[in-house]
């Protein structure tokens, strides 16, 4: 016996409709449908009861879902009276399948419709209701992914993903977030791609999937999972010191390698690395610098901080950092052989080691430095596995493997092949051009996305000033050109200083009193923050295009450079002295990153310092010389979310200054001759679509 305890409600009359009408038999294990029930089935409605009334009117009350979605399958639920078995619900015209609950309710199905107003009644026999409107409204775009996308290390994955039920596909904009480092997007043909490296296996990500078409927002995620293809042995720790005073704790590693850390024939032999870690970490972990040794280092360095944690590789085949021919040491390198980035990988696994065994490590904040060899190097690990850095610290390192000195040339190429061999470095591309470093600027979204500080000098007999002046072969632009022409984010100094001997006038470290990009408190850098890059600063000094001023023969060796302990006698022309980029600052914690805004704080620092110690040369400290504003070149990058389509249109605001820049090829967008003072001002972005829509 059907029973409903307290207040009757919809359900019940509902149910107790369905038990009346035959059409309700009972949960699971009742009486199967050709068993007689236990209470009389009702004559069919047509007829009415027995003795009863006629039939009633038939009416139509209400309309379920009203609007109703477009474009998609759904249910109709139809309210009123006089409804019957044989009753039907016609929409447009149309005599949809129908099912009957009720005298009052009907349940129809409809095919996918799309957007407008229709007329729905309900037909019984040759009689038809009067009419009611049904709106039928755009459902929301829906996305179509996997809910898991796995890949193997050093094997690249595309995925492109599919909208449907997009009312107007010229107005559908798809943004992803929270991509894995290394990770790109390309909206146009919506193709994610991925190719980890090998230190990324056993990572997964969430990458959430936002789309808009200009009425409705959606999201969507998919994971993305790496599997750990690639296990080289761990590096050992064979030492551990714990010294006086010094806030940290020194560990000696022994770094094995295989056939993946090194060619067939070394695969084996061992490393000394020394990994530096502080004593008292802060909750939010410390940052983790990589320090890379010039030519001929003996031994690692071990020298700690108790503000962050340190790894010092060991190079002593002083292969620049990179690696050397497969075929070593069995065969010499020869034309069609290959030179992979072993030495590369080497640090990659101590940074991955230190990543993952030391929880206080903040993979967000990690660093490399270096000089001579091992500003080469820095530049190298920062440009082309940048996924991995937030800056770099790179001194009077060659960018361009190819204007290396003669003596140098030869050295490498015992481990490179010689550079008319084109040894493959990976992907099909020489080892030689893998390392000029204007290339990965011209070629990788992951290159132009970091910042690096550069000091070179222009009496350097060593690695002469050419390596930041002098064109490329391969790209035809310098070091200099690269980074201003890119909108790259930089901090580049010069003087007449030499290899690691400070200019005669200046001494060191005169170009700043305040930049701490790491440990700072204000232009911060971290992997998972965007950043404004700036170029073509009214306040740059000019560096000189690599021609000589007549005070120096030219030497293939040493360039223009002319006696470090003299003042004024390099043989470079431009000034003796100067910086890009100096003085221009941005507020880390001032940047609002999401898809539809993009915001910083900047200004020039103008702070303490001193004037320029005799004509023709730069200020030193914080000093600005010159009358503001600034005039600057501001590029965003390392954007998180405010990512744009190459041709989109952006608007801009700074102040009282706005404009609208176009997204170049690459999707990066350039607001040229920003008027910067020592005062904070807001730079922001934002789309053109939704400026436009916030307007009406």
Avoid at 459 to 479: M, N, Q
Wanted: charged letters at 20%.
């Amino acid at each position: 016996m059907l029973s409903c305890s307290g207040q009757v409600s919809r359900a019940c009359l509902t149910l107790a409709w369905l038990v009346l009408a035959g059409c309700y038999s009972g949960p699971s294990g009742a009486a199967p449908a050709d068993e007689t029930p236990s209470s009389p089935r009702p004559p069919p409605a047509s007829q009415g009861p027995i003795g009863g009334p006629e039939l009633a009117p038939l009416e139509l009350d209400a309309l379920s879902p009203d609007p109703a979605p477009g474009s998609v399958e759904f249910d109709l639920h139809v309210t009123g009276a006089g409804f019957t078995r044989s009753s039907v619900v016609v929409v447009a015209g149309q005599a949809l399948p129908t099912t009957f609950v009720s005298g009052g309710e009907l349940h129809a199905r409809s095919g996918p419709r799309k957007r407008g107003d229709y007329p729905v009644f309900v037909r019984r026999d040759d009689e038809d209701s009067a009419p009611l409107t049904l709106a039928v409204d755009r459902s929301a775009p829906r996305i179509l992914v996997p809910a898991e996308v796995g890949v193997d290390e050093d094997t690249e994955v595309g995925l492109v993903l599919e909208v449907v039920d997009v009312a107007d596909p010229g107005a559908l904009r798809v943004h992803l977030q929270g991509l894995p480092p290394g990770a790109t997007w390309d909206e146009p043909t919506r193709t994610f791609r991925f190719t980890p490296d090998f230190t990324q296996g056993g990572d997964s990500w969430t990458v959430t999937v936002l789309a808009h078409d200009g009425e409705s927002r959606v999201e969507t995620t998919f994971e993305v999972v790496v599997r750990d293809t690639i296990q080289p042995p761990w590096p050992e720790v064979v030492d551990t010191e714990f010294l006086d005073g010094s806030g940290y704790v020194r560990y000696t590693l022994s770094q094995k390698t295989d056939d993946y850390l090194d060619s067939p024939g070394y695969a084996g032999r061992e490393f000394v690395a020394k990994v530096m870690v502080p004593l008292d970490v802060p909750p939010e972990g410390v940052p983790v610098r990589i320090g890379l040794h010039g030519f001929g280092t003996a031994n690692p360095g071990g020298t700690g901080s108790a503000s962050e944690i340190r790894i010092s590789p060991h190079d002593p085949d002083n292969t620049y950092w990179w690696g050397y021919a497969a075929s070593l040491p069995d065969v010499d390198p020869t034309a069609g052989g290959a030179a992979p980035d072993y030495t590369v990988r080497r640090v990659l696994h101590l940074v991955e080691y230190v990543l993952r065994h030391h929880p206080e490590a903040d993979p967000e904040r990690v660093h490399v430095f270096g000089s001579s060899m091992g500003g080469a190097g820095a530049m190298l690990l920062g440009l082309l596995r940048g996924r991995h850095f937030a800056y770099v610290d790179a001194r009077l390192g060659q960018a361009i493997a190819r204007n290396h000195r003669p003596s140098r040339i030869t050295q490498l190429s015992s481990w490179w092949g010689a550079p008319e061999l084109d040894l493959d470095g990976g992907g099909g591309l020489s080892a030689w051009d893998h390392m000029d470093l204007t290339r990965a600027l011209a070629d990788s979204s992951e290159a132009r996305d970091q910042f690096l500080f550069l000091k070179h000098g222009k009496d350097d007999p060593t690695i002469h000033f050419g390596a930041a002046v002098l064109p490329s072969p391969r790209t035809g632009e310098s070091l200099y050109d690269a980074l201003q022409s890119r909108g790259v984010g930089h901090f580049a100094i010069w003087d007449e200083g030499g290899h690691g001997v400070a200019d005669p006038v200046l001494g060191d470290s005169w170009w700043t009193g305040s930049w701490a990009p790491i440990h700072g408190d204000e232009a911060t850098l971290r992997r998972d923050r965007a950043f404004p890059a700036f170029s073509y600063s009214s306040l740059d000094d000019d560096p000189g295009v690599g021609a000589g001023n007549g005070k120096q023969d030219w030497s293939a060796s040493k360039g223009f450079a002319g006696t470090v302990a003299v003042a004024g006698d390099t043989g470079w022309e431009g000034a003796v002295a100067g910086a890009l980029g100096r003085f221009l600052r941005w507020d880390g914690a001032s940047v609002v990153d999401t898809v539809d805004r993009l915001q910083f704080a900047l200004r020039v620092h103008d702070g303490d310092g001193a004037n320029p110690p005799a004509p023709g040369y730069p200020s030193e400290g914080d000093r600005v010389m010159a009358d503001l504003p600034a005039f600057v070149d501001v590029t965003p990058r390392r954007t998180q979310a405010f990512r744009c389509r190459p041709g989109e249109r952006v608007a801009w605001s700074f102040g009282q200054d706005h404009g609208e820049v176009v997204a170049g090829p690459d999707g990066s967008v350039t607001i040229p001759a920003l008027p910067l003072t020592d005062t904070w001002q807001f730079l922001v972005l934002r789309r053109t679509i939704a400026v436009i829509a916030a307007s009406h």
